[in-house]
């Protein structure tokens, strides 16, 4: 039952999808005063037609796809193209339109669902690992480390699993409280992916310790981490005359503290100093064996004139790491939700966002097909996106509304591809016709997008064998 309801909102999804882009360039047309011939569902042969008006409205056999046909388009008969009626008589401007309007449509419709979808509360979009991560980090997305791969198989109750950056403990000294191996999960309740987040976080804190979260095996572990800092700034220069130099601070003092708060950075150095609004500042520094104190009054531009470096006491690093990957569960994403006079201005940020992701990425698709002859992997066919719909009808109305709108979205992407044959080949045509003054032989024109016509048709059958050859392994 399940699967026939997939097979049933697939099609009505894509049967949307398709009339919805060919609807734009019938009603662009009609405005303009194009003949429609033919409004098409599906790509040939016909299985199905009725003439309404001057226009004929067909079903074909292949149900991936569909066209409007308009008086004068990809035409030879004289007659057709000397119509006030035919395409071809219209302006550049207009027939730019006509062609545009499909895609239009396309991102009017994910902008609309969108909007709908951020009022009520929907899933993020997350489209790359990126966006996931960002995520996770901004607490959308809650994980569970330490579930294996097998068991995961073996209980399909589980949630899904993926695979993540992670930082791992390579050796550490005794009195740290690590073992190698350790996957440090998060530091001061920030997850952590990478050794630069560590790093990050580490030359942040203000304090000597640090609370890590440890998955040690399958034990997750929450610890106190004292923190012998590797890192010391270095005076390394004076300005002459300056505040530092008149308070007798040398080059070479390695600065411990300022204002009472302990600093090992520049930065921390630099914001202490300007956390203040004291007209002095005081600075406790190490020379030798010695440590000094010294107050100074900031300058005008609210500094005392030294220049600082970094030194580093590899003895002072407590363990070393190394960046790896682990398996989590995504256990929950949280749901986002606008006001609804927001709504449609953070769904337009959004399509704005991942429209120009998956152009980069269906650029990356022609070129790994036109280099390489195949289709990279994660590139969905029809059967893929099948597929999908059955998972997220699983998932309620709201995430079946999210995907069309995502789906509606890739279609405009799509189209927009400079590639014979889509509505971006044509416009690219009337690109050319802009700059050349005139437009190309119609005819190489026509033979062009049959060529490209054929080379997507077969994309569409090798990428659907891929899907097929997926659903048995």
């Known amino acids: 039952m399940h ?5 049933l909102v697939f099609f009505l999804i894509f049967s949307l999808l398709i009339v919805i882009h060919e609807l734009g360039h019938f009603m662009m047309a009609r405005r303009h005063g194009v003949k429609v011939e033919e409004f ?3 790509l040939p042969p016909k299985l199905w037609s009725k003439k ?3 226009t004929e409205y067909s079903i ?7 066209f409007v046909r308009l008086l004068g388009e990809d035409s030879h008969d004289k007659k057709a193209k000397t119509s006030p009626k035919s395409f071809s008589r219209k302006t550049l401007f207009q027939r730019f339109q006509i062609v545009f309007a499909g895609v239009a449509m396309n991102f009017l419709l994910a902008w609309l669902l969108l909007s709908i979808g951020f009022t009520v509360g929907m899933q993020p979009l997350l489209v790359n690992g990126d966006d996931f991560l960002q995520a996770v ?3 959308r997305v809650e994980l569970n480390f330490g579930v294996s791969s097998e068991v995961a198989l073996q209980d399909s109750t589980l949630p899904p699993q993926v695979e993540l950056p992670q930082v791992f403990v390579r050796s550490a000294s005794d009195s740290s409280g ?8 998060a530091v001061e309740g920030q997850p952590l992916f990478t050794g630069d987040d560590f790093q990050t976080i580490w030359e942040s804190v203000s304090d000597f310790s640090l609370q890590l979260e440890i998955l040690r095996g399958t034990e997750k572990v929450s610890m106190d981490f004292l923190l012998p800092q590797p890192h010391r700034a270095l005076i390394s220069g004076l300005v002459p005359d300056s505040p530092a130099e008149l308070a007798g601070l040398q080059s070479g003092d390695l600065v411990l503290e300022v204002n009472g708060q302990p600093v090992w950075l520049p930065q921390q150095v630099l914001s202490a100093l300007q956390a203040s609004q004291e007209p002095t500042v005081k600075y406790k520094v190490q020379r030798g064996d010695q440590v000094l104190d010294f107050t100074m009054t900031k300058n005008e531009q609210g500094l005392v004139g030294v220049f600082l470096g970094v030194i580093y006491f590899p003895e002072n690093q407590p363990f070393s790491y190394y960046d790896g990957v682990a398996l989590a569960q995504v256990t929950a994403i949280q749901p986002v939700q606008y006001p609804v006079t927001r709504a449609p201005l953070e769904a337009l940020s959004e399509i704005k966002r991942i429209g120009g992701y998956t152009l980069v990425s269906m650029g990356g698709v022609f070129g790994s097909i036109f280099t390489t002859g195949t289709v990279p992997e994660g590139v969905s066919g029809p059967v893929g996106i099948a597929q999908m719909t059955g998972v997220y009808l699983q998932e309620g109305f709201v995430a ?16 927009v591809f400079p590639f014979p ?3 971006g080949g044509r416009l690219l045509f009337l690109g050319i016709e802009l700059f050349r003054g005139k437009p190309l032989n119609s005819k190489w024109e026509g033979i062009i997008h049959s060529l490209g016509f054929i080379f997507l048709l077969m994309v569409i059958l090798l990428v659907t064998f891929k899907d097929i050859q997926r659903l048995f392994q």
């Not at 074909?60 to 569909?66: D, L, Q, R, T, Y």
């Not at 690590?178 to 999960?185: A, F, G, M, R």
């Not at 079946?400 to 979205?409: G, Q």
């Open 3 to 7: 699967l026939l309801l997939t097979i």
């Open 421 to 423: 044959a889509l509505d």
């Open 137 to 139: 980090r901004e607490g």
């Open 52 to 54: 309404v008006g001057e």
């Open 60 to 66: 074909n056999a292949i149900p991936f796809g569909g």
């Open 178 to 185: 690590l073992l190698p191996e350790d996957q440090i999960l």
């Open 40 to 42: 098409g569902f599906g």
């Open 400 to 415: 079946l509304m999210r995907f069309t709108a995502l789906l509606s979205l890739s279609l405009a992407v799509l189209n």
